[in-house]
């Protein structure tokens, strides 16, 4: 399995990005996509998930309302479409997949990871 993302940068207070990760190497309909975070000096937390095959989606609460998980199965891509940016979402943005029927909130759960992309929020 390889995951890469992509999509980070510069952006202030209040403005959208849309992060992407392509997967390749398995058929994902029985995996979790995963999108977490890590700031600097902080452990990396979770930030959004879903089930490839689709249905339910799941978020952390500082999120929740901003951020929207998404996957284009023709492109083997999962999104993560993020709005009304603030500084503290500030991080390095990580994709990962584990091959589960059971969506996680924790980094150990997940088993495949993309190498990470900087987003950057200015005040």
């Known amino acids: 399995v390889q995951l890469q993302a992509s999509g980070g940068g510069l952006v202030q207070a209040g403005g959208s990005l849309r992060l992407s990760c392509a997967a390749s190497?398995?058929?994902?309909?029985?995996?979790?996509m995963g999108w977490f975070r890590q700031a600097p000096g902080k452990e990396r937390e979770f930030v959004a998930a879903m089930y490839w095959s689709g249905g339910s989606t799941f978020y952390a609460a500082s999120v929740k309302g901003r951020f929207t998980i998404s996957r284009d199965n023709a492109k083997n891509t999962v999104y993560l479409q993020m709005n009304s940016l603030k500084p503290e979402d500030t991080a390095v943005y990580y994709c990962?997949?584990?091959?589960?029927?059971?969506?996680?909130?924790?980094?150990?759960?997940?088993?495949?990871w993309g190498q990470g992309t900087l987003v950057t929020v200015s005040s």
């Open positions: 990962a997949a584990d091959y589960t029927r059971v969506v996680v909130t924790t980094p150990r759960g997940y088993d495949y």
């Open positions: 190497g398995r058929t994902f309909s029985s995996y979790v």
